[in-house]
C-alpha cells in the first residue's frame, strides 16, 4: 500500500511538472507559406496549370475537394497544397502570409484577397490566384458561388475592384512569368 502511494505522488508530481512546463514553454505556433520544396522551385506556370486542370469542378461551401466542390479559400489552400506549401484554410487567414504587393505590380500566381459581398464590411471573405495581368484584361481563377457555381475564371471587373483588398505573393519571381502573360493572349 505504501509503495503504491509513493508511486501514485511521483506520477502526479511528473504530470505536474510537465502541464507547469507547457505554460512557461507554449508550442510555438505554425508559419504559413513555408514549402518543402523553397518557393524559388515552384513556378507560376505549374500552379496555374494545375489550377487549370480543376476548372468546371462545382462550388461547395466549407469544402476543399475535387471530389466534392471547392469554395473560393479550399481551392486555392489545395492549388497551394498541391506544392507542398502549408497555407491556411481560411480566406481571412491568407492576409497573414506571404508578401505584400500592389496590384499593379501583381504577377500570375500571386493570391487576390477580396472582402466578402456585404458592403458595408471590409473583411476577407473571398480569393482567388492572379491568371493574367497583361493590360487591362485582369483574370484570375477561383472558385464562385455566383452564376458560374464553380472553379472559373473571371475579370476584374467593377464589382471585383470594388471589393479588392490585397495581392500576396508566395511564389519567388521568375523570368518566366512573361511568358505565360503573353501565351493568354
Given at each position: 500500500?505504501?509503495?503504491?502511494?509513493?508511486?501514485?505522488?511521483?506520477?502526479?508530481?511528473?504530470?505536474?511538472?510537465?502541464?507547469?512546463?507547457?505554460?512557461?514553454?507554449?508550442?510555438?505556433?505554425?508559419?504559413?507559406?513555408?514549402?518543402?520544396?523553397?518557393?524559388d522551385?515552384?513556378?507560376?506556370e505549374?500552379?496555374?496549370?494545375?489550377?487549370?486542370?480543376?476548372?468546371?469542378?462545382?462550388?461547395?461551401?466549407?469544402?476543399?475537394?475535387?471530389?466534392?466542390?471547392?469554395?473560393?479559400?479550399?481551392?486555392?489552400?489545395?492549388?497551394?497544397?498541391?506544392?507542398?506549401?502549408?497555407?491556411?484554410?481560411?480566406?481571412?487567414?491568407?492576409?497573414?502570409?506571404?508578401?505584400?504587393?500592389?496590384?499593379?505590380?501583381?504577377?500570375?500566381?500571386?493570391?487576390?484577397?477580396?472582402?466578402?459581398?456585404?458592403?458595408?464590411?471590409?473583411?476577407?471573405?473571398?480569393?482567388?490566384?492572379?491568371?493574367?495581368?497583361?493590360?487591362?484584361d485582369?483574370?484570375?481563377?477561383?472558385?464562385s458561388?455566383?452564376?458560374?457555381?464553380?472553379?472559373?475564371?473571371?475579370?476584374?471587373?467593377?464589382?471585383?475592384?470594388?471589393?479588392?483588398?490585397?495581392?500576396?505573393?508566395?511564389?519567388?519571381?521568375?523570368?518566366?512569368?512573361?511568358?505565360?502573360?503573353?501565351?493568354?493572349?
Amino acid at each position: 500500500m505504501r509503495k503504491s502511494l509513493i508511486i501514485l505522488l511521483f506520477v502526479g508530481a511528473l504530470c505536474f511538472n510537465k502541464a507547469y512546463a507547457a505554460k512557461l514553454n507554449p508550442p510555438a505556433k505554425t508559419k504559413f507559406a513555408a514549402t518543402a520544396f523553397g518557393a524559388d522551385s515552384v513556378t507560376s506556370e505549374s500552379i496555374l496549370q494545375f489550377a487549370e486542370s480543376l476548372l468546371g469542378i462545382r462550388y461547395r461551401t466549407a469544402s476543399s475537394s475535387p471530389k466534392h466542390g471547392f469554395d473560393c479559400s479550399g481551392f486555392v489552400s489545395y492549388v497551394f497544397r498541391n506544392f507542398n506549401f502549408i497555407v491556411p484554410r481560411s480566406s481571412c487567414e491568407f492576409a497573414k502570409v506571404g508578401v505584400k504587393i500592389r496590384l499593379e505590380d501583381a504577377l500570375p500566381g500571386d493570391i487576390i484577397l477580396f472582402t466578402g459581398t456585404k458592403k458595408h464590411t471590409r473583411k476577407i471573405g473571398h480569393m482567388g490566384i492572379v491568371w493574367s495581368t497583361v493590360g487591362d484584361d485582369f483574370k484570375f481563377i477561383h472558385s464562385s458561388s455566383g452564376k458560374k457555381h464553380g472553379v472559373t475564371i473571371s475579370s476584374l471587373d467593377a464589382t471585383y475592384k470594388r471589393r479588392f483588398v490585397e495581392v500576396i505573393r508566395l511564389l519567388k519571381p521568375n523570368t518566366s512569368q512573361g511568358a505565360i502573360q503573353q501565351a493568354l493572349l
